[in-house]
């Protein structure tokens, strides 16, 4: 076949999320944003106990009063998208086996045998299962977690397998993302899954992404330390001066509470209200929206693709960090491979080097005891705010 009759491959036209395709809030947050340069920051000075991000009575605290009690995120759902899957856990400590069965029902249990004790399943890779058989005596569960067979049952004496079932946690799943109660011992409380956040992640099209990359870090800091960089504006012309900080600048952010949850919306740098309003474009080349989903993960969104990281405490110097890269599809092209490559890339390198390193060095002043509080201003607004929710909860248990 001559070059003249060859058929041409047609690309797919690359997913994306314009004005239009956001809900009400989200589009009134953006009318609020004003244009680049035009608007003052907020003027405060607030001081925080630097105590607090390194005493183990705190930690303590903040680990039972929260962390034990609350629904925590998990991973994204689309990290388990397949019936019939199961996927280790290890973030927060504690071993813990996601399942989907069959039937699409997601269900998270202790991973740990009911005969005596043994991880059930190994590794942190995905992994299609019809049953569940522990490695050690064969003890086999169901994807519901029943109990199915006992080897060697005559062994027993009178014993009942319903009375064998996998340790299971309260969970939900909640726009787009995998939550639970790490504690069974407490009434579940999912009382911050509010339908205000859970539009908003809807709209950003959480529950259907597509994780295109993932990566665990272990850093020498208290979980707040890592948290900070990403509520607030301050230091991304700053730290982020040889990487991303000339895109942002000094930006004024819209914030507004979406239940417990913080959702910031801001213009890039030289924003001017107008750009918003080009029909088809894709919004997130303009405007950002960084969201804190209450108590400890961030959402970022990028042109092409969404960063997640969720934030989980192992003890006041030590939180373990998942980032996971969504985006909206597989890639569809060599181009757009390209592209979601070099994202991944440069956004562990941004996060890895710059964001998580300012927390780590952070900590390691903090424990020199030479300052008692942190300070901060008017550009750093929304983590006294923050800081006032979790202090609510400490000393309201």
Known sequence: MDAEHTPI??????????????????????????????QPPPVMTVRY???????????????????????????????????GTAITHHGYGMALLLVRDKAGTLRVFLNACQHKGAKLVEGCALQKLSRITCPY???????????????RQDAFEAVNKADFNLAELPSREFGGLIWACLDR???????????????DLVSLDIPTAHVYGHRSFNLKANWKLVLEPFMESYHVPRLHAASIGALFGDVTRVIDLLGPHQRKTAGKVNFQPEMVDIPGENIHKTVTFAYQLF??????????????????????RETNVDYYMLTLEAPQSEKAEEVAARSFELILKVFGEEDFRAAEISQEGLESKALSHMTYGGMENTIPMYYEQLDFLVGSA
């Open 9 to 38: 491959t047609q690309v797919p036209p690359r997913r994306m999320h314009t004005l239009e395709s956001l809900n009400e809030s989200q589009i009134e947050a953006i009318r609020k944003i004003p244009p680049y340069g035009t």
């Open 49 to 83: 106990p630097a105590s607090h991000f390194t005493e183990r009575a705190r930690f303590e605290q903040e680990r039972d009063t929260v962390f034990r009690k609350m629904a925590v995120p998990i991973m994204p759902s689309a990290r388990i998208s397949q019936p």
């Open 137 to 151: 005596h064969s003890w086999t569960y169901g994807l519901d977690g029943s109990l199915i067979t006992i080897a």
């Open 185 to 199: 011992d407490v009434e579940p409380d999912f009382s911050a899954l509010v339908p205000e956040i859970e539009a």
């Open 295 to 316: 108590p400890n993960a961030v959402l970022i969104t990028s042109p092409y693709y969404i960063s997640l990281m969720i934030l989980m405490p192992v003890s006041e």
